[in-house]
């Protein structure tokens, strides 16, 4: 049972608890779009992608609850302008009754960007994420400059999936993000996936950039391995980036167990103190936890 393998895994690494900065709760019509998306997305990524926990939001944050996830995100993102708005104010409303959910936010490539986010911090978000793969827009749209003021002044932490993985978008890969740090190199950006597939090129900004960090969101695991999988070369330059190494698992999206995407972790071998870090430390001293 996956609660009892995350409970071994927690006792071999001493950890009472973890924080999960890469979970979605979103709406029930859009979480019923999104989970229709994966139910449909074999022949982008050629093979089933089933959805390990397709519960009621209810039953999903029991779940969470029983692995000892002690915070997590509500991980939502807008795919055209006039959403990011209403998005935000539901995940306000999540973040109010749901007093373990790290309140999070989102925004578009649109006029009203600036006011939307200025709007979420207002409400108290304290973590954004940027979809640029299913938004499809450029992190360097001049709509944008305002947010990144905002983000880097505020030192909010934005996850942004920049990766070309599963599969490349318009505006993905380590080049547009590297052109957003360049003019903004105290943005705390984290990586989600850790850059899956451009995995060395998006260490290398980490290493360039103190304040980014990387979310381990299917990384290792056998289903991603199979076509992305990480360069063992560079385990060691992770394992240098430990203390801005964060724990986020996709869930409830994902097409295995939490306790999977837990024992891929660790079979990294990069040893207990870097998985403690991971799972808990890193994101607990982010957020101040």
């Given at each position: 049972?996956?609660?009892?393998?995350?409970?071994?895994?927690?006792?071999?690494?001493?950890?009472?608890?973890?924080?999960?900065?890469?979970?979605?709760?979103?709406?029930?019509?859009?979480?019923?779009?999104?989970?229709?998306?994966?139910?449909?997305?074999?022949?982008?990524?050629g093979r089933p992608w089933p959805i390990?926990?397709?519960?009621?939001?209810?039953?999903?944050?029991?779940?969470?609850?029983?692995?000892?996830?002690?915070?997590?995100?509500?991980?939502?993102?807008?795919?055209?302008?006039?959403?990011?708005?209403?998005?935000?104010?539901?995940?306000?409303?999540?973040?109010?009754?749901?007093?373990?959910?790290?309140?999070?936010?989102?925004?578009?490539?649109?006029?009203?960007?600036?006011?939307?986010?200025?709007?979420?911090?207002?409400?108290?978000?304290?973590?954004?994420?940027?979809?640029?793969?299913?938004?499809?827009?450029?992190?360097?749209?001049?709509?944008?400059?305002?947010?990144?003021?905002?983000?880097?002044?505020?030192?909010?932490?934005?996850?942004?999936?920049?990766?070309?993985?599963?599969?490349?978008?318009?505006h993905t890969g380590p080049g547009p993000?590297?052109?957003?740090?360049?003019?903004?190199?105290?943005?705390?950006?984290?990586?989600?996936?850790?850059?899956?597939?451009?995995?060395?090129?998006?260490?290398?900004?980490?290493?360039?950039?103190?304040?980014?960090?990387?979310?381990?969101?299917?990384?290792?695991?056998?289903?991603?391995?199979?076509?992305?999988?990480?360069?063992?070369?560079?385990?060691?330059?992770?394992?240098?980036?430990?203390?801005?190494?964060?724990?986020?698992?996709?869930?409830?999206?994902?097409?295995?167990?939490?306790?999977?995407?837990?024992?891929?972790?660790?079979?990294?071998?990069?040893?207990?103190?870097?998985?403690?870090?991971?799972?808990?430390?890193?994101?607990?001293?982010?957020?101040?936890?």
């Open positions: 049972m996956s609660t009892d393998e995350v409970a071994a895994f927690r006792g071999r690494t001493g950890l009472d608890r973890l924080v999960d900065v890469h979970t979605h709760f979103m709406p029930e019509r859009v979480l019923a779009k999104v989970w229709a998306y994966f139910d449909a997305a074999g022949p982008l990524v390990a926990y397709r519960e009621d939001e209810q039953r999903r944050l029991e779940q969470l609850r029983a692995f000892s996830v002690r915070a997590f995100t509500s991980m939502v993102y807008p795919h055209k302008p006039g959403m990011a708005r209403w998005l935000n104010d539901w995940s306000a409303g999540f973040a109010a009754r749901t007093p373990d959910c790290l309140h999070t936010a989102t925004f578009f490539a649109e006029p009203g960007a600036a006011a939307d986010v200025r709007h979420a911090l207002g409400q108290g978000a304290r973590v954004f994420k940027c979809h640029l793969q299913v938004g499809g827009f450029d992190p360097n749209d001049p709509l944008l400059d305002d947010v990144w003021d905002m983000l880097t002044e505020s030192a909010t932490p934005v996850v942004t999936h920049c990766g070309s993985g599963p599969v490349p978008g318009a993000v590297a052109a957003l740090l360049a003019r903004y190199p105290k943005l705390p950006l984290v990586v989600a996936h850790l850059g899956m597939p451009e995995y060395t090129e998006f260490l290398d900004l980490a290493g360039w950039y103190e304040r980014v960090r990387l979310d381990t969101t299917m990384a290792f695991t056998s289903f991603i391995e199979r076509e992305a999988p990480f360069p063992p070369a560079e385990l060691s330059r992770l394992a240098d980036l430990g203390d801005r190494v964060l724990l986020g698992t996709d869930f409830p999206n994902i097409p295995y167990s939490y306790a999977d995407a837990l024992l891929a972790l660790e079979r990294t071998g990069l040893g207990t103190d870097w998985l403690r870090a991971v799972c808990h430390d890193n994101a607990a001293r982010l957020f101040g936890l």
